[in-house]
């Protein structure tokens, strides 16, 4: 089974923190995201990486910046935090895009700025 | 105009009955598309995906695609409260080196003992 780790389930910041949320899988994918959820949203994109130190921006990339050291590991930094940015995250990852582009989830992150 | 439509419910269906999720998407380019559960407090997780016009069947899930009118839907038959989700629907868009899916917003599922 495909395996995406959140290392952080719960956290509480307050507004002006640097906030890393980090992201391991273990099926050598090439692609991995970071989506965030909110009630009537949906899932929103981010930012994703189709390799190491490569990156591209999503749809809501402001605030935001990303990661991508070694193929498995993928974090999301929030460089000053912001109360507008309490909300759960999302890592996922997927093989390339040839397979279809089936993505696996994470447990997520729920991440609260006060 | 959102790139995934969905009704967000909540979709109320007795135990036992058919239940009959819809989603429309813009992007007439798009080639594949996906339907994910997500439990309230959970992470979504994969139920089908279908490329073709038509029918694909999974057990109690059949996923139908309609590429001419843009519309693909998700058929529970025998629902059962364990059903009671939200399910998202999701594309993956045409474009060059577009890798991610865009999703829509998601319909919750009330299954009634």
């Known amino acids: 089974d495909v395996k995406v780790t959140q290392s952080s389930r719960y956290l509480v910041k307050r507004t002006g923190e640097k906030v890393f949320l980090e992201c391991v899988q273990d099926?050598?994918?090439?692609?991995m995201f970071w989506y965030r959820q909110d009630p009537g949203l949906g899932l929103r994109l981010i930012y994703f990486?189709?390799?190491?130190?490569?990156?591209e921006k999503g749809d809501i990339p402001e605030g935001y910046s990303v990661s991508r050291e070694k193929k498995e590991r993928f974090s999301l930094i929030l460089e000053s935090a912001s109360t507008n940015q309490t909300s759960m995250y999302l890592c996922?990852?997927?093989?390339?895009?040839?397979?279809?582009?089936?993505?696996?989830f994470g447990e997520g992150s729920w991440l609260t700025v006060v | 105009q959102k790139e995934v439509e969905q009704n967000s419910g909540p979709l109320s269906v007795p135990e036992g009955a058919i239940a009959s999720l819809n989603c429309t998407y813009s992007?007439?380019?798009?080639?594949?598309f996906f339907w994910y559960r997500q439990y309230s407090g959970k992470s979504p997780e994969l139920i089908m995906f279908?490329?073709?016009?038509g029918d694909k069947e999974d057990g109690r899930f059949t996923a139908q695609l309609n590429k001419a009118s843009q519309y693909v839907s998700l058929l529970i038959r025998d629902s059962q409260p364990s059903d009671s989700a939200t399910y998202l629907c999701?594309?993956?868009?045409?474009?060059?080196?577009?890798?991610?899916?865009?999703f829509g917003s998601g319909t919750r599922l009330q299954v009634q003992p």
């Open positions: 999701a594309v993956n868009p045409s474009g060059m080196g577009r890798r991610a899916l865009t």
């Open positions: 099926m050598d994918h090439e692609n």
């Open positions: 996922a990852s997927s093989p390339p895009q040839n397979s279809g582009n089936t993505i696996y």
């Open positions: 279908i490329y073709s016009n």
């Open positions: 990486s189709y390799d190491v130190k490569m990156k």
């Open positions: 992007d007439r380019g798009s080639q594949s």
